[in-house]
């Protein structure tokens, strides 16, 4: 990903929290809202191919009355993870009422795999919904998420004449937007010169092939910012 498309992503994503998050939490604490929606939103998108995939093994194991199911959720998803929830983040774009939004959002969180579920204890990322949900901002978080002007899947977004409109985002790209939605928007030029080693490893592409180590999640913080690790690939 070029200079240019990187710092296009990073403004985009400061931009999702002023306007979303400005007078409903302190801008040091943006990054508790931003960055799980980052991983959220990278996972939503590298899940999304075989989301039907994965429903229709959940039925039949359940149907079958087997008990032990990740191994064939995983196979079913082509990754180390999978989400069992009915949702995407794209069906949750629009609701009814703010409760019910909260409810299916909260349904959706809680279909992830257990090794997702880790991550998003080590973000503390449901104490935030209240306020969110509160504020009838939840779902203007989500469809920000969601704007086509910005990729954060593997995949590149192509035009009509098949040419790329936005290049996929390859592990070391997401783990730059990472590093930088950690830190507070005023740290953001010193982010964009010297990105810690710690944001580096490749975390944001799950894959099948990794070895069993790979699928175990780290909850070591990263030196001076207090926020989880992600986990290597």
Known sequence: MDQATHNKIVSFIWGIADDVLRDLFKRGKYPDVILPMCVLRRLDAVLEPTKKAVLETKEMLDMA???EQSAALCDAAKQAFFN???FTLRDLKSRASQQQLLADFTAYL???SPNVQDILENFKFRNQLPTLSKSDSLGTLIAK?????INLSPDPVLNGDRSVKHPG???HSMGTIF???VLTPSSTAIA???IPAWTTIPWARYSRNSSASSTRRTTRKPANTG????PSA
């Open 65 to 67: 009355g087997i008990t």
């Open 84 to 86: 069992t929830s009915k």
């Open 110 to 112: 809680d279909g992830f």
């Open 145 to 149: 998420f969601l704007d086509p002007e």
């Open 169 to 171: 985002m390859d592990n």
């Open 179 to 181: 590093a930088i939605s």
């Open 192 to 194: 964009r010169s010297s």
């Open 227 to 230: 926020r989880p690790a992600m």
